[in-house]
């Protein structure tokens, strides 16, 4: 948090860096998998039902995962 406040202050008394950083965001948001909504939302959110409801259906208790775009244990195309 600590980091998070000093960076946050740091850009609002450095406008030549903020701005800096708005062109930054601004020229990668097509193109960067951050901002790519459809692969997050979509097909992971779906990606982490399927795997939900696989553990379930095993008889496990619910439990922390990772999510990731190659895990063909649980493809979000089924």
């Known amino acids: 948090m600590k980091e998070y406040e000093e960076r946050a202050v740091s850009l609002a008394l450095d ?6 950083l708005t062109n930054k965001l601004k020229s990668v948001r097509l193109t960067c998998p ?11 959110l779906e990606r982490s039902y ?3 409801w696989s553990l379930h259906c095993s008889g496990q208790k619910p439990q922390h995962f990772k999510v990731t775009e190659n895990d063909l244990d649980f493809p979000c195309d089924r």
């Open 34 to 44: 951050l901002f790519d909504t459809a692969r997050w939302m979509i097909k992971n």
């Open 50 to 52: 399927i795997k939900m």
């Open 15 to 20: 406008r030549q860096k903020l701005q800096a």
